[in-house]
């Protein structure tokens, strides 16, 4: 035993097998699940107070399970029923045991939903609940979450990341596996359509939160996950009283919308009409039954607190049973006898308002009450008394002790654990296994036993994740979803599918890369230069430095040209600089999440993120940029490599090429366009433009050493086998929007887009590069008008292609989405 | 009992094409004990296309429909004809206390006072706070039969806030109608709603229209040749009884009934979502004439 075990007594298993592994081994281990989580970036994005996920998993025993299986399932088909008469009979109202306010002082009592009937009587579809183990050994439930149930996410990645750590305990515990629930989550939100009348069968689709809403990651892990689109309000289109998804081949039906975003959000013509998500027209759909909706909507009102003085109630009236798992023991207010009691003892009780609170009221819990004043004590007891009905007070739970690994000890914790249920046309099903949210028990602090239960709300202070662990009393059947044993598990995506939003983000995505490709080599250039100490002698560098950092004031070029570098390279508040780049690249990386290979992902979430220059000098800068560079080839040629030929793939080389040949031509016409007085400068001109432009190698080899403007002209302008050239950029463009849809060159006549594009090609391959070569006085006048012509041209292609695919508003703000790469979970 | 022929007419001009569009209409006839609507008939252009008609959850029939062709010109039409009685209102003294009534409505245990009980409580456009409160409780003195508090409230209501077009705006709260004692119909009904809210006590809105009296020596009533909202609260044991605040009257003969919700946002007679359209103009044209 290598261990110090602060424990002296547990029946887990996990912690007891702990032994077999040396403190190193166990180290080890610990970086390769830190390891998998990072390279997922769930955690850090799901809320900015999560450190991470503890390697010791929360353990189940087969016998312990049975019975809160059946617990966490009674509550799903509870909830269910309970939405069903809220939504139609109201029965359990009609007798005066319920108040009136439970149902319509609710604001998220949805009175559009009112007597609309969802497929199969499922309302719903994705139960979860947060449970603890007390100390007396028994369960008790704390929350349900049935809107919009978070967690399920993280728990899948939790369980990829522990089970890697540690695969030989993970098979030898018999460990359940989470494929099977996900794969009836999967055929549930399917087989919803079965009720719809049409025969044309619709996609199943996640409608996802908006991507500065902290849940867009998990919904990322989800939709990946489950084989199914991410869809956002822009894509999504009703006509006639049917949903469709905008996509690059037109409207596709969508048959199932599995929701991510909150009820009063789905549709701002009959719910808030500031909503930002959801479709104009859901409602009706929905009403008219041609779209299934899932967790369907009004569900929030089911979330009050309210409802768990009278649960065990209304179990036995809607489904005839005792409840199973019972609710933390809760109070109304608003009953002036329980008041009292509660009011006589305030510090022994949880207070919650009873609705959800426009403002940010938090649950009041024992020990934010301890350490309150006096005065702000008898504050909140006067509010409370004031208005008794919006009121419920929950028992503290004495919850049991578990265990978690930190600082090279396994050490005393509390944990809760959110479980899931799914409701389908055959049943109800729970996951074997969850998200547990614990935090150590801070001896130092000697907290106090009722100090210890504010843990029970742990979700809003600082807190770690661990995987739950449910062990089978059988062997385990291997079985993932990413390697199904019967089909239709995983349907294929073809490319026709691509939303026209994503096409716009890979298309932006490709102009994006371009531009920091030529930044850094202009930023190099310039560097390189100045690191030379006899920069000053340099004539070409003024020009360089016009044509990169034309932006700044050029007094502050001459002047001081290392600042002027180090603001265009570095500075994330210039607008004009890199950083800006470099930053809407790691953004578009996050939104095309669900598109793009997991390789691409690691390199595009560290796009640019490299150590940052230290020290003075321009020679610093050097590394930086360097790694810059590489980043950019890494992901041309991963892209290039692992991207199937499809829409995506051409989206993202027309943004490629598109940004290249204007940049390319804005270098041309910045370096070449005027003579300067001398040879030497001209000579050094040429050099600094084919090593920008990465035409020196080819240069040299065709031309030996000797540097003439025509050559050069023509392998930057018109030369199609040079791949930097503009002529190749434009045939490119020409071969891959001849296959965009609508855009075929099989018509018989061309396309305007097909006619713009030839008419450059012509210009450059008619081009007569001695001509261009001409000068007038200092000035290479048939050059400038032919790259001024040019450069107006591709801009107008640019818009085409915007105006007949893309043509969406781009969305700001920025989320971190994650993967899902499964072995065994 | 009089006979109305009312004819509403609602345009909107674009500037700019609007590619669709999503309505949603409360102007569906809705019967009601002293009110039989005789015809009625709704002509939109462009014509819709796709049409759901549907009873909400406040047994209104709501349109909901969608225009999916370009179109610069909107405009929606109603024509009805409807007879109109009077309600039987309560005595004085002889309802029930008003605190005996909140009771009820906490735990319904009837259909009817569960129906009622969807109105007792604060909604988007009919919240109050504890300045509501007071008002209101200045007439409500315990123990006072509900008819003669909710009467004394209307009159209060009526008195102490002026009739002023464009002092608020659409959905201002009732805290701040009685801040500033100045409104609308749509403003005073609300402001009686949340008093009685603030009591726990349901109360209702009402759309529809007011017949216009020519002025002959009598005063001219306010809100003529327009729409009109008014409230109406819950009497357990004689139904529900309508308030107008803005006239200081109780609903009857005059007042025509086309739907009522917990506030106007759940009755705002046509509402949309356009995608396109640009600037746009709106005429709204109301006309109430009494037939016989």
Known sequence: MYWDMNCVDTENIFINSLSSFSKEEFEHRCRRLHNVLDENDLSSSMSGNHKGTDPVPLVICPEEWKKLEEGIAQRARLFNALAEDIYGEQKLWKNGKLLSSLLFANPDFLQVAWKVKPAFGTFVNLAAVDVARQSDG???????????????????????????????????????????????????????????????????????????????????????????????????????????????????KIGTIFRRVEDGMCDPLELRIDSGEGAVGLISTARAGNVAIANFLGTGVLETPLFKPFLSEICKELLGEELLLPDVETYWLGNSADAKRVLAEPEKWVFKKIFR???TFKAIEPKAYASMTTTAQLALLQTIENTPEEWVAERSVDIATDYGYRNGEVDQAIALMRFFAVNTKSGTSVMPGGLGIFQFIDKSKQESAAAKISKAHILEDEVLEKDIW???????????????ADQAIMPSRAGGDLPSRAAENLYRLGRDLSASNMMA?????????????????????????KAGLADDSLSMLSQDPENALRYFILRKDNKNGMQCILTEIRDLAVQLRDRISEDLWLYLNGFGVAEMPAGAGAAALLPYLKAVLSDSAAVAGLAADSMTRGHEWRFLEIGREIENAIRTLQLVKSLLSTVPADETTNLRLLQAVLEIGDGLMTYHRRYGGRLQVAPVIDLLLSDESNPRSIAYQIARLQEETSRLPGNSSGEAAFSPLDRELMRVLTDLRLANVEVLAETVGYNRENLVKLVDEEIRNVERIAETISRLYLNHAPRSGVVHATTTEVSEV | MPIYQIDHETVYDYNLPVLYSNHLAHMLPRQVSRQKWISHSIEVEPNPTARQERLDIFGNRVLAFSVEQEHTHFSFKTTGVVEVGEGEPPKAGETMPWEDVAKMILHPTSAETLDASMYAYASPFANFDNSVRNYALESFEPGRPLFDAAFE??????????????????????????????????????????????????????????????????????????THA???????????????????????????????????????????????????????????????
């Open chain 1, 521 to 545: 080599r202009i930023a190099r250039g310039i560097a390189v230069r100045l690191s030379d100490e006899s920069w000053t002698e340099m004539p070409e560098l003024s020009w360089i430095l």
């Open chain 1, 357 to 359: 609170d426009p403002g």
């Open chain 1, 470 to 484: 449910v062990l089978s009393e059988r062997p385990v059947a291997n079985f993932s979803l990413l390697a199904p």
């Open chain 2, 153 to 226: 409230l209307m009159t209060r209501i009526y008195t102490d806030c002026k009739y002023t077009p464009g002092a608020t705006r659409i959905g201002a709260q009732p805290q701040e109608i009685l801040r500033g004692r100045k409104g609308v119909c749509q403003d005073f009904a609300h402001l009686m709603i949340g008093c009685l809210r603030s009591l726990h006590l349901p109360c209702r809105y009402v759309s529809g229209y007011l017949r216009t009296h020519p002025p002959k020596g009598q005063p001219k009533l306010v809100g003529a040749d327009a």
């Open chain 2, 230 to 292: 008014w409230a109406s609260t819950f009497i357990p044991g004689h139904g529900w009884v309508e308030l107008d605040p803005t006239n200081n009257v109780l609903g009857g003969c005059e007042h025509i009934i086309l739907a009522w919700g917990r506030d106007f946002g759940d009755v705002s007679p046509l509402k949309g979502v356009i995608t396109g359209g640009g600037d746009h103009t709106l005429r709204v044209g109301v006309n109430v004439d009494l037939k016989e």
């Open chain 1, 138 to 252: 028994t369960f008790v439930a704390i929350a349900d979450h049935l809107q919009v149930p978070e967690g399920l996410g993280k728990a899948l990645e939790n369980r990829i990341g522990v089970s890697r750590a540690f695969p030989e305990l993970f098979r030898s515990m018999r460990t359940e596996r989470l494929a099977g629930f996900f794969k009836k989550l999967l055929d549930g939100l399917n087989e919803l359509q079965e009720s719809q009348d049409n025969h044309d069968k619709g996609k199943v689709v996640l409608l996802a939160s908006g991507p500065d809403n902290a849940r867009r990651a998990e919904d990322a892990v989800l939709a990946r996950y489950l084989g199914i689109p991410l869809v956002e309000n822009d894509d999504l289109a009703v006509r006639n009283l049917q949903v469709y998804m905008k996509t690059l081949m037109g409207l596709k």
